[in-house]
């Protein structure tokens, strides 16, 4: 290694401490996350309190970046060096708040940032934590990749809080699908054959979709909701509208279940006459691609802390993340720590209750050191960084 055994080993120490001594605040950020919940491009105030801190600890900070209001890059630098982005996730789930926990992603990226760049005198190079809006819905990561924002990121780190501490972890790829039926009202009782009703329509198409599971490859996905459907019991739907999410193991089979989904639904409006609108969103998330390199580092950090992860289980519970597609951009590290019991599920009133409790917050203390320790495995040896990039590049 360019930089000694020793020192950085006392240098780890130093991360952990410091870590601890901004623990309260960190803490205190993470629970006004939690407790002041904002969805995809909305999370005006999560911004404005990880700018505050970050600006206190001496980064330059750079608002709305890629032309989004809720973007933003923080930077600290010495010398030349390798590029480490640590990224902060902070938007609520629609109706649930904090249940994916991300309130504890942001600001342990944070914290790992600090910390890591407090050791910039000794391991010359940049250091970012970049806010990134929207990952439950939005794609706000997939904005920044198109401004350039990864051009001279080396590698791209983050933890997600789950029911199982593992390193490696799996996401699958996935399309966002709004559709519409417009149909036409009608007394339901008096004139039910002067209408044209976009609710059957809507059941067709949800049906035909049920059917359609039977022949899914292993671990694909087709799920949604519906929004609007109807506004009387006597009137025939006009309108009825929602979204459908459609995911796979990789982007080519998800596209090719994406035309099965949009001929179903065409095929419902030709049978009950609706006109069927569908649009996307502008472009879906893609699977998550594993970095070994930057895997066993973040092990052999997270085991110096005493936190020891569970073997990972390809694509088991794997949802989906923006951070896929950075996966695909730069080396990228997406490991998870538990903050719950494995009965819990995702994106549920327990897993929101668990984001803010002294479990959640004592994995994203780990999780920031361990984040930390490893971008300064990177800093003190580049040979790792193009160790890194030669997996990467490899696919």
Not at 349 to 364: I, P
Request: with cysteine; proline share 5%.
């Amino acid at each position: 290694m360019s930089v000694a055994q020793a020192p950085i080993s006392q240098l780890k120490d130093e991360i952990s401490t410091r870590i601890d001594v901004l623990r309260p605040e960190l803490e205190r950020i993470g629970r006004d996350i939690h407790a002041n919940p904002e969805i995809a491009y909305e999370e005006h105030r999560a911004v404005a309190w990880l700018a505050e801190l970050l600006k206190k600890q001496g980064f330059s900070v750079e608002l709305g970046v890629a032309n989004t209001e809720t973007a933003f890059v923080a930077s600290r630098r010495n010398g030349t060096g390798p590029t480490i982005a640590f990224l902060s996730e902070y938007d609520a789930l629609r109706g649930l708040g904090h249940g994916c926990g991300h309130n504890l992603i942001a600001t342990a990226s944070a914290g790992a940032g600090i910390a890591l760049a407090d050791a910039l005198g000794r391991l010359p190079g940049r250091v970012l934590v970049i806010g990134t809006p929207a990952e439950e819905g939005g794609g706000g990561k997939i904005r920044l990749i198109r401004a350039g924002i990864f051009q001279e990121v080396d590698a791209a780190m983050m933890f997600h809080p789950d029911t199982r501490t593992q390193v490696l972890h799996w996401a699958l790829a996935v399309t966002h699908m709004h559709f519409a039926f417009i149909g036409r009202a009608a007394h339901a009782s008096g004139d039910p054959e002067k209408g044209i009703n976009a609710l059957d329509a809507f059941v067709l198409a949800y049906n035909g979709i049920s059917l359609l599971r039977q022949q899914l490859k292993e671990g694909a996905r087709l799920h949604g909701f519906l929004k609007e459907g109807g506004t009387a019991p006597n009137i025939i739907p006009e309108r009825t509208s929602g979204e459908f999410l459609v995911r796979a193991r990789d982007e080519a089979y998800m596209q090719e279940l994406v035309q099965k989904v949009k001929n179903i639904f065409q095929a419902a409006a030709l049978a009950t006459g609706c006109e069927v609108r569908l649009s996307f969103d502008e472009e879906p998330y893609a699977d998550l691609r594993n970095n070994g390199v930057l895997a066993k580092l973040f092990e052999e950090n997270l085991r110096r802390l005493g936190v020891d992860p569970v073997e990972g289980v390809p694509w088991a519970g794997a949802g989906s993340t923006d951070m896929g597609n950075v996966s695909h951009v730069v080396p990228a590290l997406h490991p998870t720590i538990g903050i719950a019991p494995a009965e819990v599920p995702g994106h549920s009133q327990a897993f929101l209750e668990a984001s803010g409790s002294l479990r959640g917050y004592q994995a994203m203390v780990d999780a920031a050191k361990a984040l930390a320790m490893t971008g300064a495995d990177l800093l003190a040896d580049p040979a790792l960084v193009e160790q890194a990039k030669v997996e990467f590049r490899r696919g």
